[in-house]
């Protein structure tokens, strides 16, 4: 089992950057493909980023994809996402969510397991 914690979320002019973080509870955080998911009010929660058990496979949503970076530290049981050239649009609540079982899932937030608490993202225009 594992518990997660975002963190770094806030209120960010357009064309700003945020950094998220997630952190990891338990030993076996590298056992995990990692992944970030949003929710905006009024619309269904959607996949952002996912990468894999060590990191050497990641995967965006086209909306965000040269904009976001997806990284995991497995030594410090972090997951970050790095956010540019923020939109709008990109106002949600972010998610991190670990999936312990197949990778070729890594979009549908029904495949994983753990979910955090969230962290609001606030892009003002």
């Known amino acids: 089992q594992v518990q997660l914690v975002e963190s770094g979320g806030g209120l960010v002019q357009a064309g700003g950057s945020l950094r998220l973080s997630c952190a990891a509870s338990?030993?076996?955080?590298?056992?995990?493909?990692m992944g970030w998911f949003r929710q905006a009010p009024g619309k269904e929660r959607e996949f952002v980023s996912a990468?894999?058990?060590?990191?050497?496979?990641?995967n965006y949503a086209d909306s965000v994809k040269s904009r976001f970076t997806i990284s995991r530290d497995n030594a410090k049981n972090t997951l970050s996402l790095q956010m540019n050239s923020l939109k709008p649009e990109d106002t949600a609540i972010y998610y991190c969510?670990?999936?312990?079982?197949?990778?070729?899932?890594?979009?549908?937030?029904?495949?994983?397991?753990?979910w955090g608490q969230g962290t609001q993202v606030t892009v003002s225009s």
């Open positions: 969510a670990a999936n312990a079982n197949y990778y070729s899932g890594y979009s549908r937030g029904i495949n994983y397991d753990y």
């Open positions: 338990g030993r076996t955080f590298s056992r995990y493909i």
């Open positions: 990468i894999n058990w060590s990191g050497s496979t990641t």
